[in-house]
């Protein structure tokens, strides 16, 4: 028998909420469950389109608006092969970001609507269950003070979670809001019992396209 696919699992959120440390989390308990398991996070600042992605965050460099949002999904195309690959061996995929930022962020730009934001990214293998992790612009500032990076600024983070919040109003995909405010385990439980059901409906079910 052919062995069952891995699922696509997406965390989403606003800077601060806590999703790098919660994708890592959720790996580690996965496979310490014996389900393989990897992490990957968009953008990949490792290929070349990454790189200029990466300089483009850091200010290193300008970059046109529409030019940089269709960097964002060609570094996410670059890697669907791979991800197909592992999807079909069995291996879940943790994403840390995914094409709902590249729309959010870029969206949350002047001049740039929400539907030709979405347009680039379409085709992409589509996510069994995307985790939104939710925490209110005061209480992310608790958090600490943001980086130096294009974006971390905490008027853009409300133009960008307000367009997060149009984007979960689409039914087609498995949206499901965690509240990040509680403390690190209690999110990770959270996580864990929402991964577990995606993983069992993935198992028989094609992997979708967005
Ligand atoms: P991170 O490495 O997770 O801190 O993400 C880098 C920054 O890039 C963060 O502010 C979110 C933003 N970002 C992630 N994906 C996209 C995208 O596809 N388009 C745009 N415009 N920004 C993105």
Redesign the pocket.
């Known amino acids: 028998m052919a062995c069952k696919r891995g699922a696509l699992i997406v965390l989403e959120g606003v800077?601060k909420a806590g999703k790098t440390t919660q994708c890592k989390k959720l790996v580690q308990a996965l496979q310490q469950s014996g389900r393989p398991a990897e992490m990957m996070?968009?953008?990949d600042r490792t290929t070349t389109i990454g790189q200029l992605i990466s300089a483009y965050?850091e200010k290193k460099s300008e970059l046109e608006d529409h030019t940089?949002?269709l960097l964002?999904?060609a570094n996410r195309w670059e890697m669907v092969p791979s991800m197909k690959k592992k999807l079909e061996q069995g291996i879940t995929l943790v994403v840390?970001?995914y094409a709902f930022?590249?729309a959010a962020?870029?969206s949350a730009k002047p001049g740039f609507c929400l539907d030709w934001c979405k347009k680039p990214d379409v085709g992409l293998p589509k996510p069994d269950l995307v985790m939104f992790l939710q925490l209110s612009p005061s209480e992310a500032a608790l958090r600490g003070q943001f980086g130096e990076?294009?974006?971390?600024t905490s008027v853009f983070q409300r133009a960008v979670q307000h367009k997060f919040e149009l984007l979960m109003k689409d039914p087609s995909v498995n949206w499901q809001v965690i509240d990040a405010s509680q403390n690190i385990e209690g999110v990770h439980d959270n996580i864990m019992d929402h991964s577990l059901n995606a993983i069992n409906t993935a198992q028989n079910q094609l992997l979708g396209e967005l």
Not at 149 to 152: A, Q, V
């Open positions: 800077d996070r968009f953008p965050l940089v949002h964002f999904s840390d970001r930022s590249g962020f870029t990076e294009r974006y971390e």
